[in-house]
Nanobody, 126 residues
Framework: QVQLVESGGGSVQPGGSLTLSCAASGSDLDYYAFGWFRQTPGRERDGVSCISSFDESTYYSASVKGRFTISRDNGKKTVTLQMNDLRPEDTAVYYC???????????????????WGQGIQVTVSS
C-alpha cells in the first residue's frame, strides 16, 4: 500500500509560481514512478509530469514543458512540482500519483495508476 498526500496548492496571479509537494508513505516506494495529473470539470485527468523510480528520467506534457519542473527526494519520500509562469489554463485540481515499475512516458500518457492522492486545487486568475 502507498499513501500520497498533496500540499502547496492555492491561488496565484498569471505569471506567478506555486510549488506542489507530495508526501509518500508505504512500502517499496523505490519501485514506483511518481507523477502529477490535473483535471478540470467535465474533462479527463491528464498527465502533467512524471518522474522515474530508477534513473530520475522525467516527462512533461507539451503544455507545461519549460515552465514546470518535477523532482523527487527519495530520502524524504517527497515528489515536488515547481510551477512557474502560471497561466489561467493551468487552473485545475492537481493529483499526485504512483505507478509500479513503468516508464515516465507511459505513466503520463497511458496511465495505469495504482495510487492517487486526494487532489489539491490550483487557481490562476487575475
Amino acid at each position: 500500500q502507498v499513501q500520497l498526500v498533496e500540499s502547496g496548492g492555492g491561488s496565484v496571479q498569471p505569471g506567478g509560481s506555486l510549488t506542489l509537494s507530495c508526501a509518500a508513505s508505504g512500502s517499496d516506494l523505490d519501485y514506483y514512478a511518481f507523477g502529477w495529473f490535473r483535471q478540470t470539470p467535465g474533462r479527463e485527468r491528464d498527465g502533467v509530469s512524471c518522474i522515474s523510480s530508477f534513473d530520475e528520467s522525467t516527462y512533461y506534457s507539451a503544455s507545461v514543458k519549460g515552465r514546470f519542473t518535477i523532482s523527487r527526494d527519495n530520502g524524504k519520500k517527497t515528489v515536488t512540482l515547481q510551477m512557474n509562469d502560471l497561466r489561467p489554463e493551468d487552473t485545475a485540481v492537481y493529483y499526485c500519483a504512483a505507478e509500479f515499475i513503468t516508464t515516465v512516458s507511459d505513466m503520463c500518457t497511458k496511465p495505469r495508476i495504482q495510487y492517487w492522492g486526494q487532489g489539491i486545487q490550483v487557481t490562476v486568475s487575475s
